[in-house]
């Protein structure tokens, strides 16, 4: 009996096994488009399915609120002290709990990313979708990710600011060069450069947090990412 049961439970198998390999290779047919859109793909240049994955916008609003809040005055008074040894603006910002180089190219990075994944998932004028028979909603994201965008480089992506970009990271290239031609007498003079540019130009952005409440540091700015503020 032991046998017939074995036996029974692999032709149980071997049959479930053809019958799924029969119902994928139907649908795969059925849904196959044809040699000649295949053909035309390829002459497009082809088509990819990829996946990509960022850090995400970084943050310590939290601990920068407790390293400046009064509560603990042996705490703040050593990161004040950390923020003076500093050199550099994003140095100082970082040794004094806030965010640092790193991780505001890591923001920019994921602006960039959040912007060309929304301008692609919801691409009104997209042909494709159009000839799928599928139509995209009008959607009001309200996270300013284009105008952040503006805010950051200059433009948005595949245009000008591609080759030469502008806005806070162009004033901060341009900031650099001059500091290195010895425009500047000390670093503090060049920080000082770079905030009074940004706060001038974006004081009414939504995104741009020109003087955080938190902070009695006038080298500490923020930007909201998303829903949120980065210090």
């Given at each position: 009996?032991?046998?017939?049961?074995?036996?029974?439970?692999?032709?149980?198998?071997?049959?479930?096994?053809?019958?799924?390999?029969?119902?994928?290779?139907?649908?795969?047919?059925?849904?196959?488009?044809?040699?000649?859109?295949?053909?035309?793909?390829?002459v497009q240049g082809g088509c990819s399915?990829?996946?990509?994955?960022?850090?995400?916008?970084?943050?310590?609003?939290?601990?920068?609120?407790?390293m400046l809040s009064g509560n603990d005055v042996p705490t703040r008074r050593r990161s004040l002290k950390q923020l003076d040894r500093s050199s550099t603006l994003l140095g100082r910002a970082k040794s004094f709990g806030a965010l640092g180089y790193e991780?505001?190219?890591?923001?920019?990075?994921?602006?960039?990313?959040?912007s060309w994944f929304i301008d692609q998932q919801f691409d009104q004028h997209s042909s494709r979708p159009s000839a799928d028979g599928i139509n995209i909603p009008k959607l009001n994201l309200n996270d300013f990710s284009?105008?952040?965008?503006?805010?950051?480089?200059?433009?948005?992506?595949?245009?000008?600011?591609?080759r030469k970009p502008g806005s806070i990271i162009g004033g901060l290239a341009k900031t650099?060069?001059?500091?290195?031609?010895?425009?500047?007498?000390?670093?503090?003079?060049?920080?000082?450069?770079?905030?009074?540019?940004?706060?001038s130009h974006f004081?009414?952005?939504?995104?741009l947090i020109s003087r955080p409440s938190h902070s009695t540091s006038q080298s500490v700015f923020g930007i909201q990412h998303g829903l949120g503020p980065q210090g």
């Open positions: 009996m032991l046998l017939y049961a074995q036996q029974r439970d692999d032709f149980t198998n071997a049959l479930y096994g053809v019958l799924v390999a029969y119902v994928v290779e139907t649908f795969n047919r059925k849904l196959f488009p044809g040699n000649e859109f295949i053909n035309e793909l390829q399915i990829l996946q990509s994955d960022s850090p995400g916008a970084q943050g310590r609003s939290k601990e920068l609120g407790d991780e505001f190219c890591i923001n920019y990075q994921t602006e960039l990313m959040h284009s105008s952040r965008l503006e805010m950051l480089r200059g433009g948005l992506l595949d245009g000008k600011a591609d650099s060069n001059s500091q290195r031609k010895g425009k500047y007498n000390t670093m503090e003079e060049a920080d000082n450069d770079v905030l009074d540019g940004m706060r004081a009414s952005h939504p995104s």
